[in-house]
């Protein structure tokens, strides 16, 4: 059975340009989280998504959004980039509320 | 607001010896923990987790154990190898919206 899958891999853009990262949650799976793991720290929350619905945000800027669709996959997006936007994003999906959550290898975002 | 383990600590250990990886945790309505792994430029991988009606938990080679009164949680890795060099973090979960926090994480280093 595949895991969270996340694309793309590597992504490099211009300051100011927008980035969109999609995921793939575990088959059966209804419940996406992204997570930002800058370099050095740990992982911050951003969104969490379930049943398409957005049910919880971190304390990011609105720039940073996000959709769940109906096959529960999602994407977000970062308007605007900045700088120390550059990080790994990690999603992970969990099988409802207060499951473990399983995460995806993550997609390296580099602003320059 | 909530934080757990918010250092990176680093724990070098021999090949063969047991490791044992702390965190504390602040949230005492916490109820469900998770440890995982990241080895470098991947996402975090499942370990094992632990509720709160228990004390301790074993897996293959890892036990977790959970002191609510002074809320730490704790990962032993028996018979430490080589593989398990990584980033170790602890999660916790708490509250319906899924809330779940985690720290930067301890960094293992296994020598050989």
């Known amino acids: 059975e595949a895991g969270v899958t996340q694309s793309p891999t590597h992504l490099i853009k211009t300051r100011g340009q927008q980035a969109t990262l999609r995921c793939s949650p575990i088959s059966g799976h209804t419940s996406v989280y992204w997570y930002q793991q800058a370099l050095g720290l740990g992982l911050q929350f951003l969104l969490w998504y379930d049943e398409g619905e957005e049910r919880n945000r971190g304390n990011f800027p609105p720039r940073f959004s996000g959709r769940q669709f109906p096959n529960y996959s999602s994407e977000l997006n970062v308007n605007a980039l900045e700088l120390e936007d550059s990080a790994l994003y990690l999603c992970?999906?969990?099988?409802?509320?207060?499951?473990?959550?399983?995460f995806g290898e993550g997609s390296w975002l580099t602003v320059v | 607001g909530e934080s757990v383990g918010l250092h990176l600590p680093t724990l070098s250990v021999q090949e063969g010896d047991n490791s044992i990886i702390n965190c504390a945790y602040s949230n005492s309505a916490s109820d469900y923990f998770i440890w995982y792994k990241q080895e470098s430029g991947k996402g975090p991988q499942f370990i094992i987790d632990i509720r709160s009606n228990m004390d301790k938990r074993q897996g293959q080679r890892v036990t977790v154990l959970l002191n609510k009164t002074v809320k730490h949680l704790s990962l032993q890795i028996a018979a430490t190898q080589p593989g398990d060099s990584a980033v170790y973090f602890c999660a916790e979960n708490s509250g319906g919206y899924q809330k779940v926090t985690f720290g930067i994480g301890t960094k293992l280093q296994v020598i050989p």
């Open positions: 992970a999906s969990s099988l409802g509320r207060r499951n473990t959550i399983y």
